[in-house]
């Protein structure tokens, strides 16, 4: 996906007005770096699509803006949300490290967790994390202290559930938890999951047991 080059009279426009966290990349033609950044972007906008806006601005073509925002070398990056910059980074970075940037600021689905809270969560004792996925998968790799009860008979378990404390639901990639969490909302009954689900939970380094 080829990121929009935003232009300095489209600026507030796109990026100051818009609903999403704008993510914009301060680049140069020249720069070397920022070409190696690109790819990185272009997945890292795919990653966020509906959620989050990445952008570019040519500090050559837009001079002025560049000096506003006192942009001093290329690549720069500032995340702006609700028409104010939130957060900045320069130079090369791990993509990890710009979605770090832009996560707090994206739309959550109500009950979602994410990794870094469950973990925090975790060493309080506060939850208990629920394996929502199948037998194999849990046998394989699971976070740890995680207790097993397959999706589908969730809600025919909820007493048992509850009964292991604060649950929080995880499945492979958080979609289909949080099918199940919306379902149950609609009755009155609410569940937190894991966002991303246990590949978010792998992506973000975070300790697994397995066997």
Known sequence: MAL???AEHEFEAKVLRSELPVLV?????????????TPELEVLARELEGKAHVVKVDIDRSQRLATMLRVQSVPSYIVFFQGRPVGAERGVVPRARLRELVEPFLPRAEGAIRAA????LLKQRAVVP??????PSFGRARIPGAKHIPLEEIQSRLAELYMLGQPVLYCRAGDRTKELVDKLAAEDIALPFL????LMWEADMMPIEKG
Do not use: I, S
């Open 4 to 6: 929009p080059v935003v």
């Open 25 to 37: 990349d301060f680049f140069a033609e020249w720069c070397a770096p920022c070409k190696q950044m």
């Open 117 to 120: 809270e469950l973990a925090e």
């Open 130 to 135: 629920v394996d929502t996925r199948d037998a």
């Open 195 to 198: 966002e991303g689900g246990f």
